[in-house]
């Protein structure tokens, strides 16, 4: 039998069977697909302003509802959607989701209530998840071991550029720019929804077109609903049995409570945090998104400094060590939104640059250990347990940020969050000696 020469990109070694084309255009996809993520949440509270005039003593709660509902359709359908990328592939699963989002982001901004906020939310929570089973699951899938801390460090490149410029930038200016030209701010926002929601669609057909290459445990032509639910069912306790058996296992679902929860919480609240902020100093609400805007791109070009400084170490050292260093700078750095009193100041800049250089940790860590632990047979189910950990967790704590956000302090979500690093922190650091012990 001929073996099945392995390629590369640069320094990253490909797993066998896996070509670069089939890799720059899953980049390309994944892009496409968290600028239209990326930008609801950006643009949230201008519309909860500018559309629904909703009083600002209320826009943490509706925050809230609206990100907990995308939860909601994760913690429906992680599981499932994440089993089936191990039984129908990842390419369907990957070209659905940037259909579905592209719609939810049309949807949008044609809200006449916050209940048809939610339910658009709901509709982006289930274009997400499967984002996240298709296309998550690809990451783990494309590199060899050796080299999937370097990979998943040029996945976060291009992440952190795709909201840097394509939502912090382009986006988030958009309003303003149409504001300026004559239009009213409700149509502003509006036709910004509409041109990032092309990027979905587009990113939809080349999935379909150019992603040939696919992984999955046998053809799906003959489904049956009762054996795929059988097998699904066999794959999560297969995962849980080999949880129980693996220390170093459990530390990445350990992880993923808090992991998904930083995610969440800076994405859905920091355009919220910056535009209530400014609004007390005085500052109109397309000024506060171009501001919002900018903290974003600081955020996203952040976010893959320490991936590209980590990716040697991460294929070289413990990568349990490196999750509990990540978890405690992690905690300090959401905890010091306590202390900015200007949100156009550069202790703002600042705080917000640490956020992500700490997030950019923690993902790569934690990514590259779970490729290295989950069986490669049930990556996409071990995937779908990991996401709905966090899920519970984001469900939780987004709610609670809610209330606080309107209740306490602009800065009360992001102060939560730290403190639940530093509970993981500890955590962390009580396994690992269990576990060498």
């Known amino acids: 039998m001929t073996k099945v ?60 509802s609206v990100s907990l509902a995308q939860q909601v359709a994760t913690i429906i359908f992680i599981v499932l959607f994440g089993a089936l990328a191990d039984r129908i592939g990842r390419r369907l699963l990957l070209a659905a989701s940037m259909f579905v989002m592209a719609l939810a982001t049309f949807l949008f901004p044609m809200s006449p209530t916050i209940y048809f906020m939610v339910a658009f939310s709901f509709l982006l929570g289930i274009g997400q998840t499967l984002q996240t089973a298709g296309g998550a699951t690809s990451v783990i899938d494309y590199p060899d071991n050796t080299s999937r801390g370097k990979f998943i460090s040029l ?39 509409w041109f990032i929601a092309c990027f979905g669609l587009f990113a939809s057909f080349l999935a379909v077109r150019g992603l040939t290459l696919d992984r999955k445990q046998q053809s799906a032509d003959s489904f049956s609903p009762k054996k795929e639910a059988a097998t699904i069912w066999a794959n999560l306790k297969l995962v849980l049995a080999y949880a129980k058996k693996n220390p170093r296992f459990r530390v990445v679902l350990l992880v993923a409570c808090v992991l998904r929860s930083d995610f969440f919480i800076v994405i859905t609240y920091l355009s919220l945090w910056v535009v209530s902020s400014a609004r007390g100093q005085m500052a109109d609400t397309a000024t506060s998104l171009q501001r919002a805007g900018t903290l974003m791109a600081v955020l996203q070009v952040a976010s893959f400094i320490t991936p590209l400084a980590l990716a040697y170490f991460v294929d070289r050292y413990d990568r349990i060590k490196l999750i509990i260093v990540s978890l405690a700078f992690c905690s300090i750095s959401f905890a010091s939104t306590a202390f900015v009193q200007d949100i156009f100041g550069i202790f703002a800049l600042v705080v917000v640059a640490c956020i992500g250089l700490s997030e950019g940790a923690m993902i790569i860590t934690t990514q590259s250990l779970l490729g290295q632990e989950a ?40 102060v939560l969050v730290g403190i639940l690093n530093l509970i993981a922190f500890v955590a962390a650091l009580t396994l690992r000696k269990r576990s060498s012990t």
């Open 5 to 64: 020469q392995a390629a590369s990109i640069g320094p990253i070694q490909l797993t066998p069977g896996v070509r670069p084309q089939q890799v720059l255009i899953f980049v390309i996809v994944s892009m496409c697909g968290y600028a239209v993520f990326g930008f609801i949440p950006l643009m949230l509270p201008y519309v909860l302003t500018e559309q629904l005039h909703l009083p600002q003593e209320l826009q943490g709660r509706a925050t809230a």
């Open 155 to 193: 996945m976060l490149v291009t992440q952190g550029l795709t909201g840097a410029i394509l939502v912090g930038r382009v986006g988030a200016q958009i309003p303003k720019w149409l504001t300026e030209a004559g239009f009213t701010a409700v149509d502003s926002g509006r036709y910004a929804f």
């Open 375 to 414: 069986p490669e047979d049930l990556r996409g189910s071990a995937m779908g347990i990991f996401i709905l950990l966090g899920i519970l967790g984001v469900a939780f704590i987004n709610v609670l940020g809610g209330y606080l956000f309107d209740a306490v302090h602009f800065s009360a979500p992001f």
